[in-house]
């Protein structure tokens, strides 16, 4: 194991040691989302500086929803993608899963940590993805 992934695994529980209740991440999903830096599990990262379509994701009472791809335009509506991942939220081992379903695949993320700004999601291949809410273009 390299220091970079021994960094990523203490830094990973660091986060998630400083959420307590996983539910609370809950009422931050839904929104308008633009990546902003994704982490590697080894240790490299990328940063967007722009991103020319955001993640729109929608989230019910019934802990179901769904995430779609959104591009903005300068008018400030938006062209939606015809393909919606399904998510299906849950809570295991006081961590915070959302479970996405396509016609393609199926796969797990877990959030660790959303608040109004950020929202921090962890795969299964350990890489991190750091998305800032969405503010669209002000022209004037």
Request: proline share 4%.
């Amino acid at each position: 194991m390299t220091i970079k992934q021994i960094c990523f695994i203490i830094f990973s529980f660091f986060i998630l040691s400083c959420t307590k209740d996983p539910e609370t991440l809950i009422p931050h999903l839904s929104g308008y989302w633009e990546i902003e830096k994704v982490t590697m599990a080894d240790g490299s990262k990328k940063s967007y500086t722009y991103n020319d379509t955001i993640d729109y994701i929608e989230i019910t009472d019934s802990l179901t929803g769904f995430r779609t791809k959104l591009k903005p335009n300068l008018s400030g509506t938006y062209e939606t993608s015809t393909d919606k991942e399904l998510i299906t939220i849950s809570i295991e081992n006081d961590s915070l899963h959302l479970m996405y379903s396509t016609p393609f695949a199926n796969w797990k993320e877990t959030v660790l940590n959303a608040n109004k700004d950020q929202l921090l999601i962890v795969n299964v291949n350990k890489d991190m993805y750091l998305y800032k809410r969405y503010e669209p273009l002000n022209l004037e």
